[in-house]
């Protein structure tokens, strides 16, 4: 960097040499050598001032070749360029950072969109395009009122206060549930954020319908025992008949309870994602030949009872849990199919490798629109019939899983009043030889 006087340097010896002309000859030839000489200096200056004009005005438009210069000018010039070059860096690297926000903001699970201070959209991203059902391309600096017509969003938007999010309905996307939070922020803009809530709210619905429903299998039977021991506290002589039949009656439904509370535990072990699958290879010919036994012996010849075990090859899977399936969807052909109807098992392999244990039966058999729901909890196409023959309605759903833990497919095929299948397809990797 040149010091103070180094930039005076040219000044200071022409003025020592005009004073030095005039010693020697006169004051005329020295202030002639003296203004010829600032005149050059001035032209000098004016071409770099204009060189350096051309240049700014080049620099805009990108095509900015620098001017050769020396002397004091070189020096600022290079130094103006060493400045343009590290702000071009800077600005580079500012516009690389703004793209990886933007392309984060954008793939963003919520809805982003921000306000300006009068509540006019600035920039949203795609996920708000959908919550919202604007385009922004065409909507940009629309007044977001206009677009989300909601007029609790309205109130949510002028009450200021947004210290809780906004849950509602949107009303161009019908089923559609999302939970809106505006963040204040900057000038007076705002953030606006969106949250699809939808499956939560599900979620939600479905532990109500849950406790309901819990509530109102086990109320029925405690009714039923509540009852018997109300007359038991009241009455001092019981007939000894009337005593018996309460108690098989009390029985039966304290068994019923026992039942569903057992339902209600496998249920909640199987959906307990810590819960790993306990996997061991399962022999499914010794497997099936004890179910098939066991089921002869408490049907006690009512029905006929077929099994086809068409391979031996063996299930890696969870014993226990399989255990259970198999059994409910036989003890189901048995329940639904009445006496000296058919209910086959078969154990095969299908064409594209697939293991397929199924439950055959010619029983009352489902109509179609039953059947996508019929693995919901509590769930019965008749409830009397279902309670009649001790069913608690978590029996599909325990199946259902058990035979997901094991990525397998639960499929049923039925006809009302001909009969059903229910079949259990296992992932060819789940097969041993
Ligand atoms: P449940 O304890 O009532 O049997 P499930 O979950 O095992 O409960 O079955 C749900 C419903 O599916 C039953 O109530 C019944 O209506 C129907 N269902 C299941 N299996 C059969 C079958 N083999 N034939 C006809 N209906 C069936």
């Not at 008949?241 to 072990?269: C, H, P």
Request: proline letters at 2%; one cysteine or more.
């Amino acid at each position: 960097m040149p010091t103070l006087l180094e930039r005076f340097f040219s000044t200071i010896i022409l003025t020592v040499v005009a004073g030095f002309f005039w010693i020697i000859w006169d004051v005329i030839t020295a202030l002639v050598f003296y203004s010829t000489t600032l005149l050059l200096l001035h032209t000098y200056h004016l071409s770099n001032l204009i060189a350096l004009e051309v240049w700014l005005k080049s620099l805009a438009h990108g095509t900015a070749n620098l001017p050769n210069s020396s002397g004091a000018w070189g020096g600022i010039f290079s130094l103006l360029a060493r400045l343009v070059r590290n702000q071009d860096q800077n600005q580079e690297q500012l516009n690389s950072a703004l793209e990886r926000l933007r392309r984060a903001t954008a793939a963003m699970p919520e809805g982003i969109v921000i306000l300006d201070e009068e509540n006019r959209i600035e920039w949203s991203n795609k996920m708000a395009e959908q919550h919202f059902g604007i385009n922004f391309s065409q909507d940009a600096y629309q007044q977001v009122t206009y677009l989300v017509r909601q007029p609790q969003f309205a109130n949510y938007l002028l009450t200021r206060n947004y210290s809780e999010p906004l849950v509602m309905e949107q009303s161009r996307h019908h089923g559609l549930l999302l939970s809106l939070q505006l963040v204040p922020y900057g000038d007076k803009q705002k953030l606006l954020i969106s949250h699809d809530v939808t499956r939560l709210r599900e979620m939600e619905v479905m532990r109500q319908d849950f406790v309901a429903n819990v509530s109102h299998e086990l109320r029925t039977p405690l009714t039923v025992i509540y009852g018997f021991l109300e007359i038991f506290s009241e009455e001092d002589e019981i007939d000894s008949k009337m005593y018996k039949q309460a108690v098989v009656l009390m029985t039966e439904q304290a068994n019923r309870m026992k039942g569903l509370l057992e339902d209600l535990l496998t249920l909640s072990q199987l959906e307990n994602v810590r819960n790993q699958v306990h996997e061991e290879i399962i022999d499914m010919v010794d497997l099936l030949k004890e179910i098939y036994q066991e089921t002869e012996s408490i049907d006690s010849g009512r029905h006929h009872i077929n099994s086809e075990l068409n391979t031996d090859i063996k299930l890696l899977g969870s014993k226990s849990e399989l255990r259970s399936v198999f059994s409910n969807l036989i003890t189901n052909a048995i329940k639904y199919t009445p006496d000296e109807g058919t209910v086959t098992l078969k154990w095969e392999i299908l064409g594209d490798g697939r293991g397929v244990f199924s439950v055959q039966d010619n029983g009352i058999g489902i109509s179609s629109e039953h059947i996508p729901r019929l693995a919901e909890r509590f769930y019965r196409v008749d409830l009397s019939r279902s309670r009649a023959t001790g069913g608690t309605g978590l029996g599909l759903a325990i199946v259902k899983h058990a035979l997901n833990r094991h990525q397998a497919e639960l499929k049923i095929v039925s006809e009302i009043g001909k009969g059903s299948c229910f079949s259990a397809q296992f992932p060819s990797r789940r097969l041993i030889k």
